[in-house]
């Protein structure tokens, strides 16, 4: 009695003896790790084959009856790709553009988050609603007028027309300014009283504040331009400017006896993806975890 009144009066309350499980509890949590299990089995698989098959020969690659692993594991594949000066150009020039395309996607996007949420200006409520309509436009159904306009604009078979027409994106807009609406005005304006503008307000406050969504929202860019196949397939014609998805595909369409070597260019294609995601999953999941509070 002595013991419980000292928990209570220090702020804890006695913790209840945990009861045991009953036996269908138990085959509940073990039904939850299998299909865990398996589910993890079955995203990994692809990825994990592909790497194997990256050691194998033409030959084993296709082979019936399929066998996982090699008879003898070929590293020639991985370093014969990583010789090719074409496929270190590619993977340079598609890492060049990509991190051009998030800087400047996070700075569009962020810059018109901001006046969506903190500036008061004539038709802003009109406005908002155009750019979350446009959300629900599939990006198939514009890809003739955009080829159109890219054209006249004479951008194509550049850099300029891979980077500048997907800049502007109404769900990163929409993603930033729910971040931007949480942020005490309070801050903005002390600010003000210390002579701040609006831009200044933005560089210097809400730029910093801005890790969260900026996390999140710059994979999301990386992950569409690394990963872009049709856009590049329309404009780019000359091949010291194809993007890496373009340099795969057309690898397999002039060399697809030669499945090994392809599996492995596939294999360092996605490595920068996953070396990506592994450095930044903790804020990925803290992010999503902040937004399920919310």
Do not use: H
């Amino acid at each position: 009695m002595q013991e419980t009144t000292r928990i209570v009066l220090a702020g804890k309350e006695p913790r209840s003896p945990r009861l045991p499980r009953s036996t269908g509890g138990w085959l509940v949590a073990v039904g939850k790790v299998i299909l865990g299990a398996l589910f993890i089995i079955a995203s990994l698989f692809p990825l994990a084959w592909m790497v194997i098959a990256g050691f194998k020969s033409k030959t084993e690659v296709v082979e019936t009856p399929f066998q996982f692993f090699p008879e003898v594991w070929l590293w020639q594949n991985y370093a014969q790709i990583l010789a090719d000066p074409t496929f270190l150009r590619t993977l340079a020039w598609t890492l060049f553009g990509a991190v051009l395309f998030t800087v400047g996607s996070l700075a569009v996007n962020s810059l018109a988050a901001y006046a969506f949420a903190r500036l008061d200006f004539r038709f802003k409520g009109t406005i908002w609603a155009i750019v979350i309509t446009t959300m629900f436009i599939p990006g198939m159904t514009i890809l003739l007028t955009s080829f159109i306009v890219v054209t006249r604009l004479s951008m194509l078979d550049t850099l300029a027309v891979l980077v500048i027409p997907g800049l502007a994106s109404a769900a990163m807009v929409f993603f930033i300014r729910q971040f931007y609406l949480n942020i005490p005005k309070s801050l903005e304006e002390a600010a003000m009283l210390d002579g701040c503008g609006r831009f200044g307000i933005f560089v210097r406050i809400f730029l910093p504040l801005s890790k969260p969504p900026f996390v999140v929202m710059g994979i999301t860019a990386f992950l569409a331009y690394w990963n872009s196949y049709v856009w590049p397939i329309l404009t780019i014609t000359s091949p010291d400017k194809f993007v890496l998805q373009q340099y795969l595909a057309t690898f397999r369409s002039e060399r697809s006896t030669e499945l090994g070597l392809l599996m492995a260019g596939s294999v360092l294609a996605a490595a920068p993806v996953i070396i990506l995601f592994l450095i930044f999953q903790r804020q990925i999941i803290g992010n999503i975890k902040m937004a399920g509070l919310k």
